[in-house]
């Protein structure tokens, strides 16, 4: 295992001290599991970004889409339990 050092300013580490008391575990602890889950929100962002980035080359590739009004309504029914047919993908107006 590796070894970081890290720079706090004296507020900062009292307010982690406090959080981590707070939290019922060390300050070393706060701070690894702040760390990780800023680095699993970093990822899950990334991969965010990679599926709409694909998603809208697919949309510009076809020209085709569905009107966000239609699909809100289909979703809405969806959500509600009722069988619906999805709506259909068309040429976007320009």
Known sequence: ???TTIRLS???KARVAVAAERSGTTAHGF???AIVEKA???EAQSRFDT???ERYARI???GK???WEEMRGYLQDRLAGKKVKRP???KLAR
């Open 1 to 3: 295992m590796a070894t």
């Open 10 to 12: 004296e507020e900062l």
């Open 31 to 33: 701070i690894i599991e």
């Open 40 to 42: 699993e929100h970093d």
């Open 51 to 53: 599926v709409a980035e």
């Open 60 to 62: 510009v590739a076809s």
């Open 65 to 67: 889409s569905i009107p």
């Open 88 to 90: 259909a993908a068309r």
